[in-house]
């Protein structure tokens, strides 16, 4: 069973901290990785990929990939409480069809307290 | 910036009856996708369609779900005998590439409630 793992949370920070969110993978296999984002009771929300090794820096977010430990993480500068949401963890697993299948983390809750 | 479209929003419906969700995938997008959530849990695959056929499907993807592109725009899923374990988020997403994927573009979802 291939599996995402990530801490539920809640993740509180001060507003204007680093939050720094953390998912683990199973399939050594997986060759793309992605952070959703997902405000209650809505649908998710693609907010960075990532692909190699290293880190990957698109404005506030930095996505880290360290596939040896299968480790994926995903920074947040200058938290805002408008960053308060669910984030999601995906790692797309290779299977062998002509589609992508994504599994999801449970996600982590953050609190961006102002 | 394309959106991937989802009726409706939400759906109440009794237990025993068939109910179709319905999706317009980004026009342009080959690759599309059913995912479904229930309330507090992880995001689910159900399904992947390709060249108008099932590529993929979960163990949740049983004889009661089928999905099809009956007119070359809209993509549905069909359940057809609905439990009270089908209510849930139901989630449409597309992809314009397989070898070069960049995520999926999800609907904004279909609530469904069985009573």
């Known amino acids: 069973q291939k599996e995402v793992e990530q801490n539920s949370g809640p993740l509180s920070v001060p507003e204007g901290a680093i939050a720094s969110l953390n998912c683990t993978y199973s399939d050594r296999g997986s060759q793309s990785f992605f952070w959703y984002r997902q405000y209650s009771g809505k649908s998710p929300e693609l907010i960075m990929s990532?692909?190699?090794?290293g880190d990957k820096e698109d404005g506030r977010f930095t996505a880290q990939l360290n596939k040896a430990s299968q480790y994926v993480s995903l920074l947040i500068r200058d938290s805002q409480p408008s960053d308060s949401a669910t984030y999601l963890c995906a790692v797309n697993i290779l299977t062998g069809g002509a589609t992508n299948k994504l599994i999801f983390g449970t996600g982590t809750l953050l609190a961006v307290q102002p | 910036e394309p959106e991937v479209t989802q009726t409706p929003s939400h759906q109440v419906t009794q237990m025993g009856q068939e109910v179709i969700l319905r999706c317009v995938p980004i026009s342009n997008h080959l690759y599309f996708y059913w995912y479904r959530q229930i309330l507090g849990q992880k995001v689910e695959f159900l399904v992947s369609?390709?060249?108008?056929?099932?590529?993929?499907k979960s163990e949740i993807f049983d004889d009661q779900f089928s999905v099809e592109r009956p007119d070359g725009s809209n993509f549905t899923l069909k359940i057809r005998s609905t439990k009270l374990e089908d209510s849930a988020m139901y989630f449409c997403a597309s992809s314009g590439s397989s070898l070069d994927f960049r995520g999926y573009t999800f609907g904004s979802g279909t609530r469904l409630t069985v009573v």
């Open positions: 369609f390709y060249n108008n056929e099932i590529s993929e």
């Open positions: 990532i692909y190699s090794n």
